[in-house]
């Protein structure tokens, strides 16, 4: 688990504490995904400094991001097919079955968005997984459908709690006008997730510096939000790419320790969103 957590250190100012309090930790069910962080954020919001500020929603940027990318992403499908049944124990890592029309349309109809005819190819490839530590993106699973619906709505739960701001955290993008700075955008729809509250997502309300459909990291810990690629096919392609050049770990090595059994070589890193980070040049994941 990457979150921050000190609960009853209250020093040092309310953004600090905010980002250290609120949102709880696996955004699994009702009480964990609410209850538990509107607890931690009214103990730090009942016993934080008197001296505490709101954040003012940040300035957008002009102009109107680039259109979403027409691909056809079948001929990545088809590398990721064929490395990950020459790489990985097919008893440990299981796909779903493919989601039919139905159930793409019922998720589009939730999320109150269309989404890029790519992520119709990807769930019609697979229903993404059921493991959450044998995940086929570097340790990550791929969400099902019914699980890509629980997480956008603990989400939307959760922008309630907060009185509709966003902004409540403090964050950043990267690059600089890429993204929204937002702690919550519900025009964010989660692809993976690494028990933590983290995930890896489209990105359909982007700035005007980025694309609609873009993939970024966010989530509890993503305080500084970070554009992966401009395009779904492009983020599996490069997936594809790092996983063939020999870029992977998939044994414990001894006196090593890590989140995933399956992980990047270079850098080392025991979670993938860190890992992508340093890969990309991009900033840490706190303000």
């Known amino acids: 688990m990457r979150c921050r957590r000190e609960v009853g250190t209250f020093a040092g100012g309310m953004d600090k504490d905010r980002r250290k309090l609120l949102v709880g930790a696996s955004l699994v069910g009702i009480a964990a995904l609410?209850?538990?962080?509107?607890?931690?954020?009214?103990?730090?919001?009942?016993?934080?400094?008197?001296?505490?500020?709101?954040?003012?929603?940040?300035?957008?940027?002009?102009?109107?991001?680039?259109?979403?990318?027409?691909?056809?992403?079948?001929?990545v499908l088809a590398r990721l097919d064929r490395w990950y049944a020459a790489h990985l124990p097919t008893d440990e890592y299981t796909f779903n079955l493919p989601a039919n029309d139905a159930a793409l349309d019922a998720l589009e109809r939730v999320v109150g968005v269309a989404m890029p005819s790519s992520w119709h190819q990807l769930y019609r490839w697979h229903d993404g997984e059921n493991d959450d530590r044998h995940g086929h993106i570097y340790g990550l699973p791929l969400l099902p459908l019914a699980e890509v619906e629980a997480q956008?709505?603990?989400?939307?739960?959760?922008?309630?709690?907060?009185?509709?701001?966003?902004?409540?955290?403090?964050?950043?993008?990267?690059?600089?006008?890429?993204?929204?700075?937002?702690?919550?955008?519900?025009?964010?729809?989660?692809?993976?997730?690494?028990?933590?509250?983290?995930?890896?997502?489209?990105?359909?309300?982007?700035?005007?510096?980025?694309r609609v459909g873009q993939i970024i990291l966010y989530g509890r810990d993503e305080e500084v939000k970070v554009v992966l690629a401009e395009s779904l096919g492009q983020f599996l392609g490069w997936i594809a790419d790092l996983l063939e050049s020999g870029n992977f770990r998939l044994k414990v090595e001894p006196g090593e320790a890590r989140l995933r059994?399956?992980?990047?070589?270079n850098p080392p890193s025991d979670h993938f969103?860190?890992?992508?980070?340093?890969?990309?040049?991009?900033?840490?994941p706190y303000a």
Do not use: M, Q
């Not at 922008?159 to 993008?173: E, Q, R, S």
């Not at 059994?261 to 070589?265: N, S, T, V």
């Not at 969103?273 to 840490?284: F, T, V």
């Open 34 to 75: 609410i209850v538990g962080p509107a607890f931690c954020s009214s103990l730090a919001l009942r016993e934080g400094p008197s001296d505490k500020k709101s954040n003012a929603a940040p300035k957008r940027p002009t102009g109107r991001p680039k259109p979403a990318l027409e691909e056809d992403i079948a001929p």
């Open 273 to 284: 969103h860190e890992g992508a980070r340093k890969l990309l040049g991009a900033p840490g």
């Open 152 to 210: 956008w709505r603990s989400w939307v739960k959760i922008l309630a709690y907060f009185k509709g701001d966003p902004y409540v955290i403090p964050g950043g993008g990267w690059p600089g006008g890429a993204v929204d700075p937002a702690y919550i955008n519900r025009r964010w729809i989660p692809l993976t997730h690494d028990g933590s509250g983290n995930h890896i997502g489209i990105d359909l309300d982007p700035w005007p510096g980025g």
């Open 261 to 265: 059994a399956f992980a990047l070589r």
